[in-house]
């Protein structure tokens, strides 16, 4: 997005609440097509004139502190969005097996053909398709 930074006139560049308006917007009219809704439309230019508002601001002092808040508000949010997509890539890479003889999780790489597993707890070995 450098062609982007470099085309506006802005004072500061983006912070993270402008890069949110920016995508809330597209969000909205991304809906306002796949809808119909009209009030996603409204919704998406409300956005965009609040991020322009920001962006031309000379208030830099006050832009700075909304944006504090809102981050402060985002990344709680964002950790969890992280973790829940690791988990969901960890689900797809790994298979789960239990151990037959003292029921320990065991945690594979998928597409690994017929393997022998060997228990981290009870060192039994058994034999599963990946
Ligand atoms: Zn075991």
Redesign the pocket.
């Known amino acids: 997005m450098d062609w982007f930074r470099r085309m506006m006139p802005g004072r500061r560049g983006i912070d993270g609440l402008g890069w949110a308006l920016l995508a809330g917007a597209a969000v909205s009219m991304a809906l306002r097509r796949a809808t119909g809704y009209r009030l996603f439309w409204t919704l998406a230019f409300v956005l965009l004139a609040v991020f322009f508002l920001r962006f031309f601001s000379r208030d830099a002092g006050r832009r700075y502190e909304e944006n504090r808040r809102f981050m402060a508000l985002w990344r709680p949010l964002a950790r969890r969005f992280s973790s829940w997509a690791d988990a969901l890539r960890d689900a797809r890479a790994h298979r789960r097996f239990r ?1 037959p ?2 029921g ?1 999780k065991v945690r594979v790489p998928r597409g690994k053909g017929k393997i022998c597993i060997t ?1 981290p ?2 060192r ?1 070995e058994f034999v599963r398709r990946t």
Do not use: D, E, I, L
């Open positions: 151990c003889s003292c320990q228990c707890r009870c039994a």
